[in-house]
């Protein structure tokens, strides 16, 4: 009973957290801070898991990163158009890297599952090894980027996004254990250290809210007044 709430809990806080960054980034087209071999991770490691619950029979990691995986599509394509910098081949160059090589992975998955005496069952433990690797690699990019240049501008992250991410990966690390998955463990166990780096940045770094002064005599310009013959005395 506590496993599959905590499998459901996860698969909502992680079908949900990418919504609030697609709004800021596709919406508001605030892109600012954004890794962009992040978003390519992003794109890709849904790909990953689904491929994984393919093999393995787990449906809830199929619907989850099936809507992960349209979400940080469209991030990634708001980045794209937002930052015309980012698209050339040279800048894009790690980023189609990383997701070439998980995108080749699942490839060789796919192949050994189509063996005759291979079974998708087999296939889905070392998959999902291999993607905990990778995943705990992937949460590098965003936090490191972060750290590294102290003064970018940090306005088209959602802070949001990552508290629900932190969230997710809690509930998908007790998941993981629970049921002996030791790739979801430890794929939860790196997405939750990058979420709350990313956490304290944000908050370490937000900008202060304006206070106003209130100054003597201020509530007398504040004040539209009229001298007597405009009131028609």
Known sequence: MLTHALGCLGAALSMSLSWPQV????????????SPTAGAL?????LGWITYGLLS???IQIITNT???TAGLLIVVALLATQPALRSVRSLRVSLGAFGGVVLM??????????????GTQVAPVL??????VSV????PQPLALLRDRRQDLSGLSALRWRLGAAASASWFAYGLLTGQLGVATSATAGLLSTLTVCTILFLRREPQPVR??????????ITTRNLSMAGI
């Open 23 to 34: 709004y800021k980034s596709c919406v508001q087209r605030r892109t600012g801070g954004l």
């Open 67 to 69: 809507v992960t995986g």
């Open 106 to 119: 699942l490839a060789l998955s796919g192949l050994a599952a189509a063996l005759p005496a291979v079974r």
């Open 128 to 133: 999902g090894l291999v993607l905990a690797i």
């Open 42 to 46: 992003g794109v890709a490691m849904p």
């Open 213 to 222: 002064e209130f100054t003597h005599g201020h509530w007398r310009a504040s």
């Open 57 to 59: 029979g787990e449906r």
């Open 137 to 140: 690699l992937s949460a590098v």
